[in-house]
């Protein structure tokens, strides 16, 4: 894959800044440096490798994932001002999409651009010279965050692009890269095997890793994505086992500090982010209002807002807000201020992967399945009481009324966070949508229909024939 490096000046000894280009004759997961810098200089130090490390963050974008994650659901509108040259994620949203649209490509070359980085950086560590015990112990630190980090990314790219929603040990995953190559041709292995590499990854991760920071890949984030990843693969002991770990290291965030989280004025709660600057090419807020254009691409589903109490619930007045003066400029009222940012720094927000109430209704969902419904009600009752004023914990006789308590309040707590989409494709659930959402034509799109699956990008079918199969009906 040809790659166009973009080296920042806050960034001097960053290697592989490369964003792939689309006319690429050559494949995908094939990354060629064509301008690096001396890899003698950058692995000479632990401080010059931190650095390569920084780059790995500096260029991980899963706001692509996230975008797909959002607009093939239910949790949006368009905006009737998002037309034209500025009609972002139309395509999406209306399941028009095709194999050749950047907005399928975007994930695949991202996330595998940034796996090399990783890769080129593992596969230099050792040579790395250590002065003290002190640098001997940030060497494995790093070598145990970049592992993580390649399990994570993997992980994305197995949510958008798996051949199967719901976990078939025998359908097909994507590649799994453990190293940089020129000349591979990777085939895509079956789920079982993919599994096999992910999580060998996370073992090998886990005693070298600590908790020092939420801006790094530490311990309680790999711990949330392996039960992220347990839940998805329905390894359900696993997932109650490692959201309770999280859940004992990182608490819940009071009401009163919640909303603080969304204006990144404290850091309750989150157990890992991506640090977003003015330099960052793309902003989660850039995904739902185009500031050049002073229009709203994307606002809240009226679906999704009927579901919480506007007064009593903290997550209604943290991620929406309602502008009167709107409807004059051609807009509605409600818009999505999640990402919404400041004046003069406009939707700029960190963007936040792991947070513990996610790992509260991982552990429930799992718990229920294992057969353990007094978990699943009370880690259901102790996120709403966290979230809603006045809040009575509700008590469930039908295990499949608490299934669906459940998921409508992964629905409510995880909105725009690209969960949505993969959550019901995991579970082989339609897409659907209110009558307000959307035209009679995108109101519902069934398992077995061809855009109810993310294709591989034709770029990658053209130039790898061990790719193949696409995925059913591509």
């Known amino acids: 894959m040809k790659l166009n490096h973009i080296l920042k000046k806050t960034l001097p000894l960053l290697l592989f800044l490369g964003i792939c280009s689309m006319s690429s004759c050559k ?17 000479s130090s632990v401080a010059k490798l931190e650095m390569g490390v920084t780059g790995v963050y500096e260029g991980w974008y899963p706001e692509y994932a996230l975008r797909i994650g959002t607009l093939m659901a239910d949790e949006c509108r368009i905006g009737p001002q998002n037309s034209g040259v500025s009609s972002a994620g139309q395509n999406l949203f209306r399941w028009t999409f095709s194999s050749v649209d950047e907005e399928i490509l975007a994930p695949w070359k991202n996330d595998y651009t940034v796996i090399d980085r990783v890769n080129r950086l593992l596969k230099g560590l050792p040579a790395v010279p250590v002065k003290n015990e002190k640098e001997a112990g940030q060497l494995k630190a790093i070598k145990g965050e970049l592992l993580a980090i390649r399990a994570c990314l993997h992980f994305e790219l197995y949510q958008v692009y798996a051949y199967s929603g719901v976990y078939r040990a025998e359908a097909y995953a994507v590649p799994y890269m453990l190293e940089s ?5 990777p085939s895509r292995p079956l789920s079982a095997a993919f599994f096999d590499l992910f999580y060998k990854d996370l073992d090998n991760a886990e005693p070298l890793l600590n908790n020092d920071s939420n801006v790094r890949l530490g311990l309680n984030a790999l711990w949330a994505l392996r039960a992220r990843a347990a839940l998805y693969t329905q390894k359900y002991n696993e997932a109650v086992l490692y959201a309770g770990k999280v859940i004992k290291q990182v608490p ?3 009401r009163s500090g919640f909303e603080a989280i969304w204006t990144d004025q404290n850091n309750a709660e989150v157990i890992f982010k991506l640090k977003r600057t003015g330099l960052s090419k793309i902003k989660p807020g850039d995904l739902f209002y185009n500031i050049s254009a002073d229009r709203m691409l994307f606002v809240p589903s009226v679906k999704l807002m009927a579901l919480y109490d506007p007064v009593a619930d903290v997550r209604y007045t943290s991620w929406f807000k309602t502008d009167s003066s709107l409807p004059d400029k051609g807009e509605l009222a409600q818009f999505i201020s ?8 406009l939707n700029l927000r960190d963007l936040k992967l792991f947070r513990t109430g996610e790992m509260y209704l991982v552990r429930a969902e799992a718990a229920l399945y294992n057969g353990d419904q007094q978990m699943a009600e009370k880690d259901l009752n102790t996120l709403r009481t966290a979230r809603i004023q006045g809040y009575s914990d509700q008590h469930f006789n039908d295990k499949n009324q608490l299934q669906a308590a459940l998921s409508a309040e ?8 690209g969960q949505r989409y993969f959550d019901l494709k995991r579970q082989n659930l339609p897409l659907e949508r209110s009558a307000e959402d959307a035209e009679s034509s995108f109101l519902a799109l069934a398992p077995d229909a061809l855009h109810y699956y993310i294709p591989i990008p034709q770029s990658e079918v053209m130039a790898n024939p061990n790719i193949r199969p696409n995925n059913k009906g591509w």
């Open 252 to 254: 819940l965030a009071g």
């Open 27 to 43: 494949k995908m997961l094939d990354i060629k440096p064509s301008d690096q810098l001396d890899q003698a200089d950058v692995f």
């Open 410 to 417: 992964r629905f409510k707590e995880l909105p725009y966070e």
């Open 181 to 185: 190559s020129i000349s591979s041709q």
């Open 338 to 345: 999640k990402y919404q940012g400041e004046k003069g720094t």
